[in-house]
């Protein structure tokens, strides 16, 4: 497809197990975002990539959260030794260019459900 | 620390109203700003943004925004609605950087908007 692809849609995972969420750009896009979204809030950003490097890890919320592009192209987003409050969607973004201003917007994907028992 | 704030959770208007969502931002100089819809399940489509120059922004759906910067405002309006615009609305911005910076985007909580037919 055309579009920004998420997998799984929805993930349940017992606390402590580790989760790895993936995401798959739009073809030839340099940026990728990661945000994460609790229910009833909007999303958050998580970590940023240009092309395969991580330029931008401030908002993961602790080092049980690891991100990586080794291609510049597939994202992984990874939560180990998962907690109850991990539970959210886990949203994907990309866009074409760096420059935030450009007439290229951010292209969402659908998200990952994660739930944490 | 930049900050965007969406005072509405929950709108009901009836179908073939106007509607008005508000939103207000905080940041040191002029951001770039967006308003982006969410449908349930779905990831985030963006509806319009400002950058600068003409402060009354066109986008999609039949939508429009105003920014005043006299009052760090961007509210989004539509004069009259479908059945088809129930979704979430979020608005977002990105700091102004001169760096080439990435669009690295800051959301509000939302604003629910329910369609009386």
């Known amino acids: 497809g055309a579009g920004v692809s998420q997998s799984p849609r929805y993930k349940v995972a017992k606390r402590g197990q580790d989760v790895a969420l993936r995401c798959d750009p739009i073809?030839?896009?340099?940026?990728l975002f990661w945000y994460q979204q609790a229910l009833g809030q909007g999303p958050e950003f998580l970590t940023y990539f240009q092309n395969e490097a991580q330029l931008d890890k401030s908002g993961l919320p602790s080092d049980r959260f690891f991100a990586e592009r080794p291609e510049g192209s597939v994202s992984t987003l990874k939560i180990q030794r998962t907690q109850q409050e991990d539970s959210a969607v886990y949203l994907c973004a990309s866009s074409l260019t760096v420059a935030v201003k450009s007439n290229q917007p951010q292209h969402f994907g659908d998200g990952t459900r994660l739930s944490i028992l | 620390a930049q900050s965007v704030t969406q005072p509405d959770i929950h709108i009901t208007v009836s179908e073939g109203a106007s509607l008005e969502l508000r939103c207000n931002y905080s940041?040191?100089?002029?951001?770039?700003l967006f308003w982006y819809v969410q449908s349930p399940g779905q990831g985030l489509q963006l509806l319009l943004k400002?950058?600068?120059?003409?402060?009354l922004v066109q986008g999609i759906k039949g939508f429009e925004a105003e920014f005043k910067r006299s009052q760090s405002s961007f509210n989004l309006r539509k004069p009259s609605v479908h059945w088809s615009d129930a979704a979430e609305y979020f608005c977002a911005v990105a700091p102004n950087s001169f760096s080439g910076g990435y669009n690295k985007l800051i959301f509000g909580a939302g604003t629910r908007l329910a369609v009386h037919p």
């Open positions: 400002y950058f600068s120059g003409d402060t």
């Open positions: 073809s030839g896009h340099v940026s």
């Open positions: 940041y040191g100089a002029t951001p770039y």
